[in-house]
């Protein structure tokens, strides 16, 4: 079976500096996809940025970057310029690809982050 | 507007009260799932569907019962709650399923069992 780990609970970064989250992940699997979730106070899951496995070249979405080591299975994403938006919990979400399969996500525990303004 | 919707959004019930939880899609979405939120567990997976009539269990499936209709609609049905199903639970919907496609997540319904 799969697993997602993040193993740092809380982080804070001050307003326009730069913060990077953890995520390893275990599986024995070579072609999945690895997800970055934003849950705000609303509770609304958001999705930040996604990585297929297969592809060698790091996601990029404005401000948010990954860092995809697929050999050492980590999977960290990089926050340029932190607003106070982007305050929330972070989840790190693994799904394998099957064709025709459950499309189940498998989440870590999640990551409480802090933006001091 | 692309969206999943979710009633009720909040639910303080009783134990052993039947209640039911409706999930909607409008995107005619083939895959739905079911999640819960606990503190500290992250989204555990309770059922999900590939399409109409095809139902299936996820990791934490006790207690729970779907049902698929519809392609559209994907309720979560709790026969007899008890307290440790206090939690948030999120409906989800993909175009299809093992694919790239994007989950869409409703936008939760927090559940107290009293």
């Known amino acids: 079976a799969q697993t997602v780990t993040q193993s740092q609970p809380e982080m804070s970064v001050q307003e326009a500096e730069t913060v990077t989250l953890s995520c390893t992940y275990d599986t024995s699997e070579s072609d999945y996809y690895l997800f970055w979730y934003k849950q705000p106070p609303s509770r609304q899951m958001i999705l930040v940025i996604r990585q297929e496995a297969y592809k060698q070249q790091n996601a990029t979405e404005n401000r948010f970057s990954v860092n995809f080591q697929k050999a050492a299975k980590s999977f960290s994403l990089k926050i340029s310029d932190s607003q106070l938006g982007d305050a929330a919990m972070y989840f790190c979400?693994?799904?394998?690809?099957?064709?025709?399969?459950?499309?189940?996500?498998?989440f870590g525990k999640g990551i409480t982050l802090s933006v001091r303004p | 507007e692309a969206q999943v919707t979710q009633n009720p959004r909040y639910l303080i019930t009783v134990t052993g009260k039947k209640l039911t939880v409706t999930c909607s899609q409008n995107m005619n979405h083939e895959y739905m799932s079911w999640y819960r939120q606990d503190p500290g567990l992250g989204l555990r997976q309770i059922y999900y569907s590939m399409n109409v009539e095809v139902t299936d269990k996820g990791d934490v499936p006790e207690g729970y019962k779907v049902s698929r209709k519809e392609k559209r609609n994907f309720p979560l049905i709790l026969e007899s709650p008890s307290p440790n199903q206090t939690s948030l639970y999120f409906c989800a919907s993909s175009y299809s399923a093992g694919t790239s496609y994007e989950q869409y997540f409703g936008p939760g319904t927090r559940l107290t069992v009293t």
């Open positions: 979400a693994y799904r394998n690809h099957y064709t025709g399969a459950n499309s189940k996500l498998t």
